[in-house]
């Protein structure tokens, strides 16, 4: 197999692209697709700070390492979720990458910061867990973005979650979540914008980009992800793949290009008007947000405060 750019030995084969890629090529790809993503769809100017949101998988370390090969501006942002050894382990593959590039890694951990972890709030609020991780991962990733003065959030989305979360809401015709399923968010409301520079790149590239610049990063999957509903609509379009390269593409790109927007109009409309928690000051429409909501009955605070709270739902 050889290189289709220099014809020297290929270490990778992208059937998508009809191409294989020597390792110096592959890495010049990876990083030539996130700056087509970041350009095509206007997510960060290098005068802008960006935090990438680091969870110690792949996806995350490789988009942190790719924006600054690019010249960005970007630290990071670790959270502990509090989910036993996973926890522990995703935790210091974050830190070794960060520290080890003298990289600025922003740390808040659940437990010790907001007396809850995720598998307690979930059963607390009975919602599945990967509810209550979402809800609290966007509450704080936008708290530390506002606190730290940052322009935009990043994250290591890749084209196989977009392509299996638009599966998902078109099976169920979600249609305010296909307005909002865009690589861009723009800033709204006191919310830094977010952004996913990975869309343009699959999760076999990411391991290959991890593995080819000496990445070391966690293999294992969450353990609240088993029977995770999305997992089983990656496998379905994975199959289709197989039989038919770059069906992952142009689903979402089509979907990007030619459906979105009349999804988008709904969702705008739809937003609610937003004023400042009564506890934490985050923008909600209600009285007090969805995460002081969770926290408060994750950590059993007295029945009245609950109750202000459920008033406010
Ligand atoms: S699998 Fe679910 S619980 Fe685990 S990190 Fe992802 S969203 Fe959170
Ligand atoms: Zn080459
Ligand atoms: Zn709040």
Redesign the pocket.
């Known amino acids: 197999m050889k290189c289709t750019v220099c014809k020297g030995p290929a270490v990778i084969d992208i059937r998508r692209h009809n191409a294989n890629f020597c390792s110096e090529h592959f890495l010049r790809l990876c990083r030539d697709q996130v700056a087509k993503a970041i350009k095509d769809f206007e997510m960060l100017r290098p005068d802008e700070r960006a935090l990438v949101a680091v969870?110690g998988g792949k996806d995350s370390l490789a988009v942190w390492d790719i924006l600054l090969e690019l010249g960005y501006q970007a630290d990071g942002l670790y959270l502990g979720?509090g989910?036993g050894d996973?926890s522990d382990a995703s935790g210091e593959m974050a830190r070794a990458f960060a520290s080890a590039r003298g990289l600025h890694l922003v740390e808040i951990d659940l437990p010790t910061d907001h007396g809850f972890d995720?598998p307690t709030g979930?059963r607390a609020a009975r919602r599945?867990?990967?509810?209550?991780?979402?809800l609290?991962?966007r509450h704080l990733f936008d708290e530390a973005a506002r606190e730290g003065g940052y322009d935009v959030v990043v994250t290591g989305h890749n084209l196989d979650d977009e392509a299996a979360v638009l599966f998902g809401n078109v099976l169920h015709w979600q249609t305010d979540y296909l307005g909002r399923q865009l690589p861009v968010l723009p800033a709204r409301h006191g919310f830094p914008r977010k952004v996913k520079p990975l869309v343009r790149l699959g999760e076999r590239e990411m391991a290959a980009y991890c593995v080819l610049r000496n990445i070391d990063y966690i293999v294992e999957?969450?353990?609240?992800?088993a029977g995770?509903k999305?997992l089983g609509y990656k496998e379905a379009l994975n199959a289709i793949e197989a039989t038919s390269p770059g069906s992952k593409h142009d689903f979402y790109f089509g979907f990007l290009a030619r459906a979105s927007a009349h999804f988008t109009t709904e969702a705008e409309a739809e937003q609610q008007e937003l004023h400042p928690c009564g506890r934490c000051g985050a923008p909600t429409p209600g009285e007090v947000c969805a995460f002081c909501r969770l926290a408060e009955r994750a950590t059993a605070v007295p029945v009245s405060l609950g109750r202000r709270a459920e008033a406010s739902r």
Request: aromatic share 4%; proline share 9%.
């Open positions: 969870s979720l989910i996973y995720i979930a599945v867990p990967c509810s209550a991780c979402g609290s991962k999957e969450c353990p609240m992800a995770n999305h």
